[in-house]
């Protein structure tokens, strides 16, 4: 199973992920030609994805999303209610690319199984995925107020997980360019989750079996890379994990293409 975040952040997300010989995208927050750039600068042909999976209608994650259904004849798959919030953000998809999506019903997408699930967050009907290639399985969660015990019973055990670590609270109380209802918004149940309130997640991941986890959705003005990674750092170590040797903990950026994870079956 292959996992690469092309982008991650409040400026564009799209991941890619690939098992067999299925290929799909989960969302497509970019301009669809900086999207296909990344993806052919991967070695991955826009034109043989399989599927674009979306998690809600926050222009992060959809701008790209109807140039690439109708430029490469890709599939997207969305909630009902995202289906509905996101008329007129795409332009027209042709019928026949549109999926619905019902968060606890899983689906086969070619060789990957797919599972939507509820996240809490100011949108129509947002989701994470779990996606399954034979016994591994990568969870994305992202654009989160809180790390729910559901989001938890969800995606508890995944080989990999991409958890928002989106901002350091501090910063952004101090942030003189956002307004308090802004701040309110984003510090709110339904808004996005803290360092801290990550790091918390990592641990009872972690717990829980998963030892490859990747911090995304970092915002550019209230957060830095190394900030993220110190706050989750720390606090594995205070419970005595060793991040490098227990666990493999890796940043997916804003503005630049990330790695490409290549996950095994160890036994
Ligand atoms: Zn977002
Ligand atoms: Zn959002």
């Known amino acids: 199973m292959y996992f690469c975040p092309l982008y991650s952040g409040s400026s564009g997300n799209a991941l ?12 497509a927050g970019k301009a669809g030609r900086v999207i296909g750039d990344a993806l052919e600068g991967i070695g991955v042909d826009p034109a043989t994805l399989d599927g674009i999976l979306i998690t809600h209608e926050h ?5 790209g999303a109807g140039v690439m259904a109708r430029k490469y004849h890709v599939p997207l798959y969305a909630t009902q209610d995202t289906w509905l919030a996101m008329a007129g953000k795409l332009g027209k998809v042709p ?20 599972e939507p699930f509820s996240i809490p967050h100011d949108a129509a009907d947002p989701v994470g995925y779990r996606l399954w290639g034979g016994k591994l399985s990568v969870s994305t969660a992202t654009d989160l107020g809180v790390f729910t015990g559901d989001v938890y019973d969800r995606i508890s055990g995944s080989t ?37 309130a990550c790091a918390e997640a990592l641990l009872r991941l972690i717990a829980g079996g998963t030892r490859h986890l990747i911090l995304g959705h970092l915002s550019g003005e209230n957060n830095t890379p190394v900030l993220a990674r110190h706050v989750s750092e720390n606090a594995m170590l205070r419970e005595g ?5 227990d666990v493999r903990l890796e940043i997916a950026l804003r503005d630049e293409t990330g790695e490409v994870y290549i996950l095994k079956e160890t036994e």
């Open 95 to 114: 019928g026949d690319l549109i999926r619905t999506v019902q968060s606890g019903k899983g689906f086969w997408l070619g060789q990957i199984g797919v």
């Open 59 to 63: 222009s992060d994650h959809i701008s």
């Open 160 to 196: 990999l997980v991409l958890l928002e670590s989106n901002h350091d609270p501090d910063m952004l109380r101090a942030n003189p360019h956002y307004s308090p209802p802004l701040k309110a918004r984003i510090l709110g149940d339904r808004g996005h989750l803290s360092n801290e």
């Open 16 to 27: 890619f992920c690939q098992y067999g010989n299925t290929r799909l995208l989960i969302d």
């Open 241 to 245: 994990v060793r991040p490098g040797e």
